[in-house]
């Protein structure tokens, strides 16, 4: 079956213009993550959601960055404003369901701020 | 939260059986341990989880003593492929998976 995908891919923007990352999580997945990588680090928590409930955004690095996922599937990450300290990889994951279910991963969407 | 140590970088040949440790001292009752790889350019990817003593899947196994402050990821005749780098996660308790990952182990596999 399909696994988490991601979009866009890749995503060069300017700085000052809002960004918005997609993530299509695995058919009938309750829990969704997002997480953020830099280079040559581990994925750092954002946010999680069990289906459309935002349950924990204790990662979200400052009021710029949102997330939601209204219908329980698709979520969507806004960054607005954007800085150049925002380029990083973005992922997303899900799982079945908590506690202590594998997380899938995703793509990953390469965010780059000029 | 349950941190976790673990060598920065490895290096080994094909077919060699290689173990990575992990240390996680302050690991809760409720915590699990588990392990991740990660390839360039892709997503983390689940390699084995456990709670005790040891688990045994088609890629890794996991050991673990009974104070649970440590793990070791051992896998058997590695290759290439499994040139990557490997994450000992403790997940944290509370009601759902929120994962912490450390740096990581670079393992490096030579011909």
């Known amino acids: 079956g399909a696994g988490v995908s991601q979009s866009p891919r890749y995503k060069v923007t300017k700085r000052g213009q809002d960004v918005a990352l997609r993530c299509d999580p695995i058919?009938?997945?309750?829990?969704l993550y997002w997480y953020r990588q830099a280079l040559g680090q581990g994925p750092e928590f954002l946010t999680y959601f069990n289906y459309e409930a935002q349950q924990d955004k204790s990662g979200l690095p400052n009021d710029r960055f949102s997330a939601e996922r209204p219908e329980g599937s698709i979520s969507t990450l806004t960054i607005q404003r954007t800085e150049q300290r925002d380029s990083a990889m973005y992922r997303c994951?899900?799982?079945?369901?908590?506690?202590?279910?594998?997380?899938?991963f995703g793509p990953g969407t390469r965010l780059l701020v000029l | 939260l349950a941190k976790t140590t673990q060598p920065i970088s490895m290096d080994s040949y094909e077919g060699q059986e290689v173990n990575i440790t992990c240390s996680h001292n302050n690991i809760a009752t409720n915590d699990y341990i588990t392990w991740y790889q990660q390839f360039p350019s892709q997503g983390p990817r689940f390699i084995i989880q456990?709670?005790?003593t040891k688990v045994t899947n088609e890629v890794a196994s996991l050991f673990i003593p009974a104070d649970r402050k440590s793990s070791t990821l051992s896998l058997p005749r590695v290759s290439l492929s499994d040139t990557a780098v490997y994450y000992c996660?403790?997940?944290?308790?509370?009601?759902?998976?929120?994962?912490?990952f450390g740096a990581g182990t670079r393992l490096a596999v030579h011909p």
């Open positions: 058919s009938g997945h309750v829990s």
């Open positions: 994951a899900s799982s079945l369901e908590s506690p202590q279910e594998t997380q899938y």
């Open positions: 456990g709670y005790k």
């Open positions: 996660l403790v997940a944290v308790s509370g009601g759902y998976n929120k994962l912490i």
